[in-house]
């Protein structure tokens, strides 16, 4: 009874093994299949890839690949720049210092001690105002010995004219001699001569007094005081500076790169901190031959007229120098241009007639590289002369490689404001 038990569970594993491999074999023969095109799918594809290259034969193109035409079927997004004639000026921001059209320092001629002096640092001087002066009583005792002098001469010389009148009468009746006559008549010459000679000493002195005073040559303000009353002061101490500002002058320090665009007549702007609202016209006047110190600048001069004494000797000033100015130009960024050797400019363009609207309301057109001759360059902008019309679209961005003739779609249009 057991062993009969046991040959029927062997006949169960043996029947369960081959159920499961059966199944498994039909289950691998169901997926084959299934995988394998049916006879009538093999015939259509095999006709349809002898009609497609037929067609190839025919027309002797190379079918596009599924990534090709899609690319060459998407647009190029760019952003792009409206072009106008507008006027664009080019200005050299510099920095300096005003200083005084002329700058006279003032000193007595003679030696002395200061009596007074009448100003005050940064007053207002008009021309032929007295501004100091020195005890002038050594000079007025010059004066007075002088006059003393002149007087005994001038005495002298009326004695010895009546003395000739006596002798040449004393000549003409024969009681004298020629030579007794001619002898008077030197002396009278001489006294003569010392008349003249004392009238200078007169004037000298006279002159020396008026070296006492220092007066105001020219209209200006005065500058800092360098000596004080009772200050004992010789021909070589200066007494003060006086600042003519009816015009002044800004020196500006210019960088090496920028020399060259600086000329003289160049008009300017010029502005200080004590009135920021206020813009100082003037002009270049004078450029230093000379490049110096560690900064390696030159300096230049601005000329601004200043007739209400509002720019003073030391102010801090910042200056614009108007360096070209262009009416009713074409101007777009240096980076729209594209270099293509010998001198050749290019620039990708989107001419006005080949916009249009798609789908989305977006605009599309077709870029074309231009040839373009350029004018005034800077190191952001230039000037187009030739190549470009007005209202053509310059791409400024783009993502993707530019093309002539490629399709773009615009995602934006900018205008240049100065």
């Not at 032929?128 to 002298?156: E, F, M, T, V, W």
Request: glycine residues 6%; contains cysteine.
């Amino acid at each position: 009874m057991k062993l009969k038990i046991t040959y029927i569970a062997i006949a169960a594993i043996i029947i369960f093994w081959i159920i499961f491999i059966g199944w498994g074999m039909v289950k691998t023969t169901f997926k084959l299949t299934r995988g394998k095109p049916a006879p009538s799918e093999v015939t259509s594809k095999k006709t349809t890839q002898q009609e497609i290259t037929t067609k190839q034969v025919k027309t002797k193109e190379t079918p596009l690949e599924p990534a090709a035409i899609q690319a060459e079927a998407r647009p190029i997004l760019v952003r792009t720049l409206k072009v106008k004639a507008k006027d664009f000026q080019d200005v050299l921001p510099v920095m300096g210092t005003v200083k005084g059209k002329t700058e006279i320092e003032l000193k007595f001629e003679i030696n002395g001690v200061i009596k007074t002096i009448n100003f005050r640092e940064g007053q207002k001087i008009k021309s032929g105002d007295l501004i100091a002066c020195i005890n002038p009583k050594d000079a007025q005792l010059r004066i007075n010995y002088a006059k003393n002098k002149l007087n005994s001469a001038q005495a002298a010389y009326q004695s010895t004219q009546k003395k000739l009148e006596v002798h040449r009468k004393l000549y003409e009746v024969g009681a004298i001699i020629k030579s007794k006559l001619e002898e008077v008549e030197l002396e009278t010459e001489s006294a003569k001569f010392q008349v003249e000679t004392t009238k200078s000493e007169m004037e000298l002195a006279e002159n020396e007094l008026q070296k006492t005073f220092v007066y105001a040559a020219k209209d200006g303000v005065m500058g800092p005081r360098e000596a004080e009353e009772g200050e004992f002061v010789t021909p070589q101490d200066k007494v003060c500076s006086l600042l003519e500002i009816s015009e002044v002058f800004v020196e500006v320090g210019v960088v090496e790169r920028d020399i060259e665009k600086i000329k003289l007549g160049q008009k300017a702007k010029v502005y200080v901190d004590a009135y920021p609202a206020v813009n100082f016209e003037g002009s270049v006047d004078s450029i230093f031959p000379v490049v110096e110190g560690k900064s390696r600048t030159l300096t230049a001069k601005i000329k601004v007229s200043n007739p209400e004494s509002l720019l003073l000797p030391g102010m801090f000033s910042r200056a614009e120098i108007l360096i070209t100015d262009l009416k009713d130009a074409k101007i777009v960024p240096s980076t729209c241009l594209i270099s293509a050797g010998e001198g050749i400019t290019l620039i990708p363009v989107i001419p006005a007639q080949s916009l249009k609207k798609s789908e989305d309301e977006t605009q599309t057109g077709i870029v074309q590289l231009k040839r373009v001759n350029l004018g005034y360059m800077t190191s952001d902008y230039a000037q187009v002369k030739e190549g470009l019309s007005v209202d053509d679209l310059v791409v400024l961005e783009a993502q993707g490689e530019l093309k002539d003739n490629a399709k773009v779609k615009i995602i934006g249009t900018e205008e240049l404001s100065f």
